[in-house]
């Protein structure tokens, strides 16, 4: 799908009360044209159009999931109309892997919570989300958290 970026940036710019100083197509795995926006004040976010009955799946999954570490928040609380499709915007969230053998208990704590609330919250919506595979984390890095979890079981 090609995006008018001219037309995205105004729908941005008229919703956000913002200008845009950033709007660049980022080039990951995805079914649907992303993007990385910067407003006049420099707040970063994650920019996506998609089919307008994904948009909404999304925010309701996200506001069922609530504050968790391993997602962001919407930026804007509902889908944007774009013409046939919708544009979703959420807090920009640089992802940063940090190996299991090398997590604190801090954050291996904040990990595992993490996971056990999408986890929660995704299994109402199981197959609507294939758009967001995650082709970053393969299966052996998942091996390599439960092996840690086995060693480092949690308490309290």
Request: proline fraction near 6%; aromatic fraction near 8%; glycine fraction near 8%.
């Amino acid at each position: 799908m090609n995006v008018d970026l001219t037309r995205l940036a105004a729908v941005l710019s008229e919703r956000l009360h913002q200008g845009l100083v950033e709007l660049v197509p980022l080039s990951i795995p995805c079914t649907w044209p992303v993007f990385r926006a910067v407003t006049d004040d420099g707040r970063a976010m994650f920019v996506k159009v998609t089919e307008k009955a994904a948009a909404e799946r999304t925010l309701t999954c996200l506001g069922s999931v609530g504050s968790c570490p391993l997602l962001p928040g919407p930026v804007v609380p509902e889908a944007l109309d774009f013409g046939e499709h919708a544009v979703l915007c959420l807090d920009w969230r640089k992802a940063e892997r940090v190996e299991p053998e090398q997590m604190t208990d801090g954050q291996f704590r904040s990990f595992v919570g993490g996971c056990v609330s999408l986890s929660e919250a995704l299994r109402s919506f199981s197959g609507s989300f294939s758009d967001y595979a995650d082709e970053d984390w393969p299966e052996d890095q998942y091996a390599a958290l439960a092996h840690h979890a086995a060693r480092h079981p949690l308490t309290g």
